[in-house]
């Protein structure tokens, strides 16, 4: 014992200094892991108060990523703090080691900008409420359903089947189809020669009739709505209309409608054209067209 206590003297070891430096840095690191176990508690009953409050199940779901998100951030800082304490407390200057990590986190920052620029987007993504779980949506060139959103990509599933997964921070400009409500937008194309205003009353009767219908009429949330003609085409007038319906189900409102608006245009005797082409000939100054010739095939054939 009189032999350790000499080669402390010797080293300059004051035991009763580090018995209290020991001490210490028991203290601070007991302080750091009740303190993160508060917060991350408390982080985690907060979510599940939200959550308790949210019937959307993709509403609790992003709160509980964003939860998952501060609790690691919690530790994170927390244990950073804590480390830089116990280097003081241990003599070791903590200014050295602050500079290098900045040197450190500046060259990861600028070799993995885009892995960061990720991780940021998806976090305002969840945090804004932007996109969620079962909405149809179009990023760029890509458009879908999604299936899953991240820190790091949202995943879109096609018509055709094709899963895309877009990385956050490409993420420009987000199109959402189906947020609270969405429209089914109709073109109607017919003749020229047809009565406008019957053909709307056509229209409003076959939409008023679907809308009876036990199958859409949870689905349609409006009457149908007759912007009036829009142009005219090279072989048709074209009148737009739209439907206000459920997310998710304007396509097949749409779809449906289609049909039955072609059944009542044939049974009123409305023509729905298809393009073609018009001659005109052109008239002499009393009004009269000159007429074409025609000759029979044969003769035709012959000359």
């Not at 998710?248 to 449906?256: D, I, S, T």
């Not at 009269?288 to 010739?293: E, I, L, N, T």
Request: proline share 3%.
């Amino acid at each position: 014992m009189n032999d350790f206590i000499d080669l402390a003297n010797r080293w300059g070891i004051s035991l009763g200094g580090a018995a209290a430096s020991l001490m210490r840095i028991l203290v601070i690191i007991l302080a750091a892991w009740l303190l993160i176990v508060v917060l991350q508690r408390a982080v985690r009953t907060l979510r599940e108060r939200i959550a308790s409050r949210i019937d959307d199940r993709e509403a609790a779901k992003r709160a509980q990523t964003l939860g998952r998100v501060f609790r690691y951030l919690v530790a994170v800082v927390v244990s950073l703090v804590a480390g830089m304490l116990v280097l003081a407390e241990l003599g070791v200057s903590v200014a050295p080691i602050l500079g290098a990590a900045g040197v450190v986190g500046l060259a990861v920052g600028f070799g993995a900008q885009s892995l960061v620029k990720d991780y940021f987007t998806g976090f305002f993504l969840l945090l804004e409420n932007q996109i969620r779980q079962g909405d149809v949506i179009k990023i760029g060139d890509h458009a879908g359903m999604v299936e899953e959103v991240t820190l790091r990509y949202v995943q879109l599933r096609d018509y055709d089947g094709n899963v895309h997964y877009v990385p956050n921070g490409v993420i420009n400009t987000v199109i959402n189809m189906t947020r609270d409500y969405s429209q089914a937008v109709l073109d109607i194309r017919v003749a020229y020669r047809e009565n406008v205003d019957e053909v709307m009353e056509v229209m409003r009767d076959v939409a008023a009739a679907l809308r009876e219908e036990p199958d859409f009429m949870g689905k349609i949330i409006a009457d149908l709505e007759i912007a009036g003609v829009d142009s005219w085409g090279e072989s048709g007038l074209i009148i737009r209309c739209r439907f206000r319906t459920l997310p998710l189900e304007q396509w097949g409102v749409k779809r449906e409608y289609l049909r039955r608006l072609k059944a009542a245009f044939d049974a009123k005797g409305i023509e729905i054209p298809y393009p073609h082409l018009t001659v005109y000939a052109g008239q002499d100054r009393e009004g009269r067209a000159p007429s074409f010739p025609l000759q029979p095939l044969q003769q035709r054939q012959e000359t």
